[in-house]
């Protein structure tokens, strides 16, 4: 293993996520976020492909004995990329991605309803502070009448994606148990490919030249994004690089301001700090728990 490495691929693979969330929302005025979906799976699938037989793991790729395990987590996955997506039309970059944070806050929450994981003193402290920081991030949204319905229907599309997030991560624990996680990356793409063409009725539009390289290059760059984030839980633990995942906030914040003149407010700011916090002492604690989820951890993105 090679922690250096691994840190540099973590750190990559998060500037291509926020990258791939930047143009999924330049392209949000045009087209639904079921089709976005489409695209941000559909040219996914060649890279990991690529991948795949690069490594020699095209046969392992494909070989499943759990396909409805497969099913059920691409349809949660789906739901968390959609809500995401919307949200990414009605709400500024970088609290999209604060917000989407409070999936590992809730991951700790449904593993102990459905795996039966303890919650003991210090993760317990960590949920509560993280959904303090994400109060902090919504007041702003829910506090003033005049900012208006759709980012208050935002703020509830992101928190909902989270949701979806957290029982992905926590449906990944168990399928990890018996499927490689080639398998579970590829199928994802795959499942989720079909799902998002069931909502084509539902207003798919024929996007211009622009939007569609825009599209492409989601798929793409997710894809790629993607193999980097398994491979750098390859050269080094979880613990390790998990961190790594809230540079993520420093990019959107960039990003944002940049490229569609968005200005954090001061609540985002705050919040950001009070959640990466929260999320840094549940990683401090798996890793003193001795919790070993790398090969689960692998196959989870920021959006979905």
């Known amino acids: 293993m090679s922690p250096l490495?691994?840190?540099?691929?973590?750190?990559?693979?998060?500037?291509?996520f926020v990258i791939m969330a930047a143009l999924i929302k330049a392209s949000s005025d045009v087209v639904p976020p079921g089709e976005a979906v489409f695209f941000r799976?559909?040219?996914?699938?060649?890279?990991?492909?690529?991948?795949?037989?690069?490594?020699?793991?095209?046969?392992?790729?494909?070989?499943?004995?759990?396909?409805?395990?497969?099913?059920?987590r691409g349809l949660i996955g789906v739901?968390?990329?959609a809500c995401g997506f919307a949200a990414l039309g009605l709400l500024p970059l970088p609290e999209v991605t604060v917000l989407g944070y409070a999936a590992p806050i809730l991951t700790v929450v449904f593993a102990a309803l459905l795996l039966g994981e303890k919650i003991r003193l210090v993760r317990m402290s960590a949920v509560i502070i993280g959904l303090?920081?994400?109060?902090?991030?919504?007041?702003?949204?829910l506090g003033n009448e005049s900012m208006g319905t759709s980012a208050k229907w935002g703020v509830a599309l992101?928190?909902?994606?989270?949701?979806?997030?957290?029982?992905?991560?926590?449906?990944?624990?168990?399928?990890?148990?018996?499927?490689?996680?080639?398998?579970v990356v590829f199928y994802f793409a795959v499942t989720a490919t079909c799902l998002s063409l069931l909502t084509s009725p539902f207003g798919w539009?024929?996007?211009?030249?622009?939007?569609?390289?825009?599209?492409?290059?989601?798929?793409?760059?997710?894809?790629?994004?993607?193999?980097?984030l398994t491979e750098a839980y390859r050269n080094a633990e979880a613990a390790v690089i998990a961190p790594f995942d809230y540079?993520?906030?420093?990019?959107?914040?960039?990003?944002?301001?940049?490229?569609?003149?968005?200005?954090?407010?001061?609540?985002?700011?705050?919040g950001s700090v009070v959640i990466v916090g929260a999320g840094v002492l549940i990683i401090w604690r798996e890793r003193q728990l001795g919790v070993k989820r790398?090969?689960?951890?692998?196959?989870?993105?920021?959006?979905?």
């Open 5 to 16: 490495r691994g840190m540099v691929l973590k750190l990559s693979a998060v500037l291509l």
């Open 158 to 183: 992101v928190l909902a994606s989270a949701a979806f997030k957290a029982l992905a991560h926590v449906h990944i624990r168990k399928l990890v148990q018996h499927e490689t996680t080639s398998s």
């Open 41 to 72: 799976s559909f040219f996914a699938i060649p890279v990991i492909l690529g991948w795949l037989v690069l490594r020699g793991e095209l046969a392992t790729g494909l070989r499943t004995r759990n396909l409805a395990g497969h099913f059920w």
């Open 79 to 81: 739901s968390a990329m």
């Open 132 to 141: 303090v920081g994400v109060v902090i991030v919504m007041l702003p949204q």
């Open 294 to 304: 790398g090969p689960a951890r692998s196959n989870l993105t920021p959006h979905g």
């Open 205 to 228: 539009v024929m996007p211009d030249a622009l939007t569609a390289s825009q599209l492409i290059g989601a798929g793409f760059i997710g894809g790629v994004a993607q193999i980097l």
């Open 247 to 270: 540079a993520s906030i420093l990019f959107a914040l960039i990003i944002g301001y940049t490229i569609f003149d968005e200005i954090p407010t001061i609540h985002t700011l705050i």
